[in-house]
């Protein structure tokens, strides 16, 4: 959930990640509280070629995807740290010692990860020999697909007169899904500029992984041009490589999370043990709550 702002204003924005959520039926509760706080609303804005099931209502953030997140990690009352690269996690005298690429080591009674599982491989330090043989092969099951997105901003007054909101686009190599965001969230305004959010297909985002960044990013909008021709000079651009973009096949034999290590506890969830959506990020959040609480 990845809201960007524009180098030369930052009332500017445009979601890089997801673009709107659709809940599955009994999330009332959740969707009610987001909604009373203005953090969701309805998505009205037209989108063309969405495929949409009877009954079912979509809902966007009017200050970006973010600002769910945010919402979550204000109401929790956590301390927050961003830009804590983990690299190490290790047993000291019945605590966890973490270590990141930058800073000292600090020591833990509970840790949990909610990182893209291939990244949980990755970690060096005891953890490495704490995951049995059969927990590290259902976390090799694992499999994500990867893409580009493309965010496009203006100054204030420049018009992109299309006439829809968001598009997805079925015909192109290259491109996926288009997104005149400000329009698909209902913040249009004359003093702030609109954004332009492109998203590529998956097979687009495998075969250029490890690619130069600022060929991609010209890639990109040499197709945009040839979809959109009339589209104005924007005045920044970010290119975000989502290297882990949707989980493609879950955890095998997980419900929302799995346990490495009981004292101290060392646990593990997010999409990757259910799915890449809202609901799916719902479900591993309750399932590790209820696991950490008996655990306390």
Not at 107 to 123: C, E, G, M, S, Y
Not at 203 to 223: K, N, Y
Request: aromatic share 8%; proline share 6%.
């Amino acid at each position: 959930m990845s809201t960007s702002r524009s180098e030369r204003d930052a009332a500017c924005s445009a979601d890089l990640g997801a673009q709107y959520i659709s809940p599955r039926a009994g999330r009332g509760s959740f969707f009610d509280e987001l909604l009373s706080h203005g953090i969701l609303k309805p998505l009205t804005a037209p989108i063309e070629g969405m495929v949409e099931k009877e009954g079912s209502c979509n809902y966007m953030a009017p200050q970006g995807i973010s600002s769910v997140v945010k919402y979550y990690l204000k109401q929790s009352g956590a301390d927050v740290f961003y830009e804590y690269h983990v690299t190490h996690i290790s047993l000291r005298d019945g605590k966890w010692e973490v270590s990141r690429k930058t800073g000292p080591p600090e020591l833990f009674d509970v840790v949990i990860l909610t990182i893209p599982v291939p990244q949980i491989l990755q970690l060096q330090g005891d953890i490495v020999n704490i995951i049995n043989e059969r927990q590290k092969q259902q976390l090799e099951a694992t499999s994500y697909s990867s893409r580009y997105a493309l965010g496009l901003f203006y100054e204030a007054g420049v018009c992109i007169d299309v006439p829809w909101a968001a598009k997805y686009i079925t015909d192109n190599p290259c491109i996926r899904f288009i997104s005149i965001d400000n329009k698909k969230r209902n913040i249009e305004s004359p003093e702030i500029g609109p954004s332009v959010v492109v998203h590529t297909t998956v097979t687009f985002g495998s075969e250029h992984l490890d690619s130069d960044p600022a060929e991609v990013q010209q890639l990109i909008l040499s197709h945009l041009e040839s979809i959109m021709p009339s589209l104005p000079k924007p005045a920044s651009v970010k290119c975000q490589k989502w290297r882990y973009s949707q989980v493609t096949k879950s955890v095998p034999n997980c419900l929302g999370h799995m346990i490495l290590h009981t004292q101290p506890l060392l646990i593990c969830g997010g999409d990757g043990f259910t799915c890449s959506n809202f609901d799916g990020c719902i479900d591993s959040a309750m399932s590790l709550a209820e696991a950490v609480k008996s655990h306390l």
